[in-house]
């Protein structure tokens, strides 16, 4: 009884601490900033993390931005014995008129899954080059898959040190021959001076091309795929992600789809760059707080969303499918993994087919659990050799 009756008192504990944290927690002010979705990619050890580490050096001279050291951003004991960034990790920072919700994803293929994860919640991605090792082969595949996703994406050209001018030139005229259409930006690290100027220049040249008006639409019903799920005691489930269409408001009501299950809730507390918010729009990447009715299990791949037009849910769909440039002919056959914002799974079968990288071509693919989706939502399929992109056509009735 006595052992029970502890168990109870840290229970409560727990929840008053988080009720205390929450009433404490700095309220967003929600200003005429634009929001920015920014990731990192490219070849493992071409300095991702280190070139967020010194944007956010850069920005704290000129608008008062939090540091982060390479050792905050890769902060788990696997990335610090490893060396390397092994899960997505998402850094806040802003210029005058833009406020940035940066993911720094790994760039090995070991983590392949989180990365293409979140690849397609992104608005603009930095391919990150070092020119001592060049443009690599999974470093060219990285920008063709962003591209899929419809992520406008700059190649970085990230120099170290004496870096030659004749070295840098090789990597643009490399660039330019594989047909990446976006011009390169060149960030010095050495001297200090250079390094502020051309981030700068590079976060201008995001924002003088970016406008994300015309992807999102806040006129439209919620559509809410997650990518980061918890339960917090007191709160309901936090589920954080980017919204995709819609606007949510503390007591939205809300339902949820994953795995074949529903459940319907209401949005109790809300959060945007970690302060509280009273209000989440289209292109937003925060989270909300929600208590279902009935109990769900739900993960990375679960939707939030009001009904609306143009919401499907299959375990079957027709897809139009090719493969990626460089990858050459494919004839399906097997199981494979497929790679989409609302499906966290992956195992799906496509049925037997060719495949080229001239042409789409339609065929059925079925995956081991239903999930919800959009016509024209692109997808990305994996073989063990072979990547395959394309987007979904319509639902198959089961």
Not at 304 to 316: A, I, N, Q, W, Y
Request: hydrophobic share 35%; glycine share 8%; charged share 25%.
């Amino acid at each position: 009884m006595i052992l029970k009756n502890v168990a109870v008192i840290r229970q409560n504990l727990r929840r008053l601490s988080t009720t205390a944290l929450h009433k404490n927690k700095e309220v967003f002010e929600r200003d005429q900033k634009e929001h920015i979705n920014l990731g990192t990619i490219g070849s493992p050890g071409h300095g991702k993390t280190t070139l967020v580490s010194k944007i956010t050096k850069v920005l704290h001279g000129t608008h008062g931005v939090p540091v982060k050291e390479v050792s905050d951003i890769d902060n788990t004991t696997g990335e610090r014995a490893a060396g390397q960034s092994q899960n997505a990790s998402h850094i806040e920072f802003w210029t005058d008129n833009h406020r940035y919700s940066l993911t720094d994803l790994p760039g090995s293929s070991a983590y392949s899954r989180n990365m293409y994860t979140h690849l397609s919640l992104l608005d603009v991605c930095l391919l990150v080059i070092n020119p001592e090792e060049g443009v690599l082969k999974d470093t060219i595949e990285m920008y063709r898959i962003s591209k899929h996703f419809g992520n406008f994406t700059i190649p970085v050209i990230f120099t170290r040190g004496q870096t030659d001018s004749e070295t840098v030139d090789l990597v643009q005229m490399e660039l330019e021959e594989l047909g990446i259409e976006n011009r390169s930006i060149i960030l010095e690290t050495s001297p200090e001076g250079n390094l502020t100027q051309s981030t700068m220049k590079l976060l201008h040249e995001i924002e003088a091309k970016v406008n994300r008006s015309t992807k999102f639409q806040e006129e439209s019903s919620v559509y809410f795929p997650l990518e980061q799920t918890g339960s917090i005691p007191s709160r309901g489930m936090f589920c954080a992600g980017r919204i995709e269409s819609g606007v949510i408001k503390t007591g939205t009501p809300l339902e949820v789809f994953f795995n074949g299950k529903k459940s319907k809730g209401t949005v109790k507390d809300m959060e945007i760059f970690r302060k509280k918010t009273d209000l989440l729009k289209a292109g937003d990447r925060g989270g909300v707080f929600i208590k279902f009715k009935t109990d769900i299990d739900i993960k990375r791949g679960a939707v939030l969303f009001e009904p609306g037009k143009g919401r499907e849910v299959s375990d079957s769909w027709l897809v139009s499918l090719q493969t990626l440039k460089g990858q050459g002919n494919h004839t399906t056959k097997g199981e494979y993994m497929l790679h989409h914002s609302t499906f966290s799974d992956g195992k799906t079968i496509l049925e037997p087919c060719n495949l080229s990288e001239d042409g789409l071509t339609e065929t059925v693919l079925r995956s081991s659990s239903q999930f919800m989706g959009r016509p024209t939502d692109p997808i990305l399929i994996r073989s063990n050799r072979t990547i395959i992109i394309g987007h979904l056509v319509s639902s198959i009735a089961s």
